[in-house]
């Protein structure tokens, strides 16, 4: 319990064998995920450039219990979720070895409508922000992919510099999504690159190399190495 809210939260962490003050980042999966599936595996990957790599199960998680604060009917971008990221953070804090001027945020599909929403909801807590096959919507009447999805009104508050890639064949997300969040984000001169990757589909940009190696050159370029 803090804040008068109750946590249930269970998640991974794996740490570089480098010593010293650590950057991080926070892996958020996507619906019917959890943290031993999707966040495992990019903290394998993640891990080898010195990362501190977290994760932790949201509302949307499949395969094991969801855990508090939140219910199964708030997916994605609700506050329940960035409620949890936010604790996240105060993990990361505790550590004692993790620098915390240089965390950011990645995730996929749902996991990256969690992602924009937390980096919305707390634009000073992260250095670069980076996601596959998410997006937002218009506004919470027009919704393209569900209630889970975070909407313009919510991406206006982002400030940390954020690279998005997706699918041109994305038949869950649609690209459209991504496009709106790139827009909001060139309008209110946030530093962004969106890439559209010709014939790929929803998952198939979530685990790429090539977008793997783009979020590191980005995150190099944002001072998070």
Known sequence: MAGGISYDMQGILVKPAAGGSLPAVIISHGVGSNVDRYP???A???VGWGLVCIATNYTHAGGV???SPGSASEPGASSANVQRV???VDILRALGYVDMTRVALHGHSFGAFVTTAAAAMHPDLFRAVSH???GIVPDPLTNLTGSAAPTAVQAAAIRAPYQIHHGDRDLVVPLVADELFASALQLRGIGHE????????????ST????????????AGHGMF
């Open 132 to 134: 596959t096959a998410g």
């Open 65 to 67: 219990p969801i855990g």
């Open 194 to 205: 969106l890439f559209v990757y010709p014939g790929a589909g929803h998952d198939d940009v």
């Open 208 to 219: 790429d190399a090539t977008v793997l190696g783009r979020v590191r050159e980005w995150y």
């Open 44 to 46: 394998r990957v993640m």
């Open 40 to 42: 495992r595996s990019i």
């Open 86 to 88: 936010r604790k996240v």
